[in-house]
């Protein structure tokens, strides 16, 4: 979707394009930012033999730059709702991303920020953990023998 109808969607009344503008580019500018134990994680996990997806509520134009970002090779795939036109926690997201991955839920671990798409992915019978660090991602994931 356009980052207008996204920003305006997300702040519930129609925006201009400069704001629009405005908005995206804080928030990509925010987003990019990976931190390296995050990065570490990711390599541990892919070197694992496990495969890696994103599931992102970002808008299109975010899915564009992250595509270009050298972290974003260690992902089998990138999936971005801005592309979608559905969003987590929807339970058709959910539905996407195993069809996607060619899994059943149980095959899969899922980390996110936000608690409403924990609940939703844990609804869609998926490992759903919030993520606070990836420190405690990389405890929970060498507990269920991931790592």
């Known amino acids: 979707m356009p980052d207008i109808d996204y920003w305006s969607a997300v702040a519930g009344k129609a925006l201009d ?7 995206t580019k804080i928030d990509t500018t925010g987003w990019l930012t990976v931190e390296q134990s995050t990065l570490d994680l990711i390599a ?9 997806a994103l599931l992102s509520n970002a808008p ?7 595509e270009v970002e050298a972290w974003s090779t260690q992902f089998a795939h ?3 709702s801005g592309d979608l036109k559905i969003a987590k926690p929807d339970p058709e997201m959910w539905a996407t991303l195993l069809e996607r991955l060619g899994a059943q839920p149980q095959d899969c671990v899922f980390f ?10 844990a609804a869609a019978g998926i490992d759903a953990q919030l993520w606070v660090s990836a420190a405690k991602a990389r405890e929970y994931l ?5 790592l």
């Not at 060498?142 to 991931?146: D, K, M, P, Q």
């Open 44 to 52: 541990d996990i892919k070197a694992a033999g496990h495969g890696l």
């Open 78 to 80: 990138l999936i971005f």
């Open 142 to 146: 060498a507990a269920v023998g991931v």
């Open 17 to 23: 394009e400069p704001t629009s503008a405005q908005l």
């Open 60 to 66: 299109s134009a975010f899915g564009r730059l992250v």
């Open 112 to 121: 996110d920020d936000r608690q409403v798409n924990i609940d939703g992915a």
